[in-house]
């Protein structure tokens, strides 16, 4: 991965907090990098924290970041990372043969033989970067062979960079509710029942988005 992609995702992180056996084998820049994937904040609020295990609430900490959904605090347009975009909009497509198919293949079979309608769709993704129609129906036709639906948006999940907070996978918050809306009418077209509208609140926060 570029250092971009490399600062945008979480593998530094993961690696300083859980595998750091396997860190001190890769080369130093990457070692560096892992050691410095946190922001000067996090460090000190870390160096606090510490020594305070036992004290604090892991609750109250993710109730700071997360909403009740489970979605990111803060992802707003003003405090959106272009840096972290600019270089990842040429980037290639990351379909190969479907990631994690056994996996997958395992839960579409299991929730279906207990009743549940499982529905396959695309993850977000820049409009400027190349586009793998190919990879795409393969996707389609592994959820549609093992039992599961599969759904698509027209613009296939695909958005203007100006749309997103960090990285292909985030968009910012008002088009995370405009994405959201878009696959709640698209859901109940698949399921044949009516949706709930969305709120005149969360509709005028939509139409923010820059797209």
């Excluded at 379909?95 to 309608?117: H, Q």
């Excluded at 695309?122 to 990879?135: E, I, K, V």
Aim: hydrophobic letters at 45%.
């Amino acid at each position: 991965m570029t250092r971009p992609e490399h600062d945008a995702g979480p593998d530094g992180a993961i690696l300083l907090r859980h595998d750091r056996d396997v860190m001190v084998t890769l080369p130093p820049d990457r070692m560096m990098a892992a050691v410095f994937s946190q922001s000067f904040p996090n460090l000190l609020e870390s160096a606090i924290e510490m020594p305070m295990t036992g004290m604090i609430s892991p609750g109250r900490m993710l109730a700071a970041e997360y909403d009740a959904e489970g979605d990111r605090i803060g992802t707003t347009l003003q405090t959106a990372k272009p840096e972290l975009l600019r270089d990842r909009q040429a980037a290639p497509p990351i379909f190969v043969p479907v990631y994690g198919a056994t996996l997958i293949r395992t839960f579409i079979r299991a929730e279906t033989a207990r009743g549940v309608i499982v529905i396959g769709g695309l993850p977000t993704g820049f409009s400027t970067a190349p586009m793998d129609l190919a990879a795409i129906d393969a996707i389609r036709s592994f959820y549609l062979q093992n039992g599961a639906k599969f759904a698509s948006l027209p613009n296939l999940s695909r958005y203007p960079v100006a749309d997103f907070y960090d990285s292909p996978d985030h968009l910012a918050h008002p088009c995370q509710f405009k994405h959201s809306i878009a696959v709640a009418r698209l859901l109940g077209g698949v399921l044949g029942i009516k949706m709930s509208a969305p709120t005149a609140a969360e509709v005028a926060l939509a139409k923010t988005c820059p797209d």
